[in-house]
């Protein structure tokens, strides 16, 4: 835990809402290991003010921010993101902790989507691969962020960043999978609810995470356009990995 960081982002619409999100992280994490990158304009509440995490104002990259270790140049060498509308269960982080450490050439997390037909790369045609349903670890074509994930920042190619265009801003977990290193793999680890005295094994949706602006409903309105986009792009990438 020591030298691995929690990161995330929020937005207007949704930073007054994050309070139990916020203290479901930092029952678990300590509060100066935690960070949340905002926009250089965004107001924040006293809640998060108050709370002791550390707050990185950039340049606004959407969802992207939540990797804002890998430009805001503070010596971090390995941090777990996560979403902003949900809250986690019991061991959710020391879980992906233990699976680094026995994994540590590998990017883990809790969901992740496979193609296996190769021949049809479309976002709604993948198979979802939660970690409480798994005994051991899956590997995964992509990471999903609501599963969160764990991340070394030298898995990444040297042009990870300056990020894409606003054409790519709901793609962050494709583009972040596409751009890790070939010879780091994607894996889904195994969580147990049972083990952990939780009664629920994945991150809980607030009620804000179904609101009609949230990301996933607005990509499931245009069809998955976006998201397939992105996903043609870096093709011959995502699909090596998994083979590999």
Not at 10 to 26: F, G, N, Q, Y
Not at 64 to 80: A, D, T, W
Not at 89 to 108: D, Q, R, T
Not at 205 to 232: H, Q, S, V
Request: aromatic share 12%; with cysteine.
């Amino acid at each position: 835990m020591e030298d691995t960081y929690i990161s995330f982002t929020t937005h207007e619409a949704r930073v007054r809402k994050i309070e139990p999100m916020l203290s479901s992280v930092l029952k678990q994490w300590p509060e100066n290991r935690v960070i949340l990158s905002v926009a250089h304009n965004l107001k924040l509440p006293d809640f998060v003010k108050n709370s002791g995490i550390q707050i990185v104002r950039s340049e606004d990259y959407g969802a992207f921010k939540k990797h804002s270790p890998l430009y805001i140049n503070r010596g971090i060498r390995k941090y777990i993101v996560v979403d902003d509308d949900c809250i986690f269960p019991n061991g959710w982080f020391e879980n992906l902790l233990k699976w680094s450490h026995k994994l540590p050439k590998k990017v883990v997390c809790c969901k992740g989507r496979i193609w296996n037909n190769r021949n049809i790369l479309r976002y709604p045609h993948s198979r979802v691969i939660h970690a409480e349903n798994i005994i051991e670890p899956v590997p995964s074509h992509i990471y999903v962020g609501i599963g969160t994930a764990l991340f070394r920042t030298d898995f990444f190619e040297d042009n990870v960043f300056p990020f894409p265009a606003n054409t790519f801003t709901y793609s962050d977990d494709i583009w972040f999978s596409a751009k890790l290193k070939d010879n780091i793999k994607i894996y889904v680890v195994p969580y147990s609810k049972e083990e952990q005295h939780e009664n629920f094994g994945r991150p809980r949706l607030l009620g804000y995470a179904k609101e009609d602006n949230c990301l996933w409903k607005t990509a499931r309105t245009n069809n998955y356009k976006e998201w397939d986009e992105a996903l043609n792009e870096h093709r011959n990438k995502l699909l090596r990995r998994k083979q590999n």
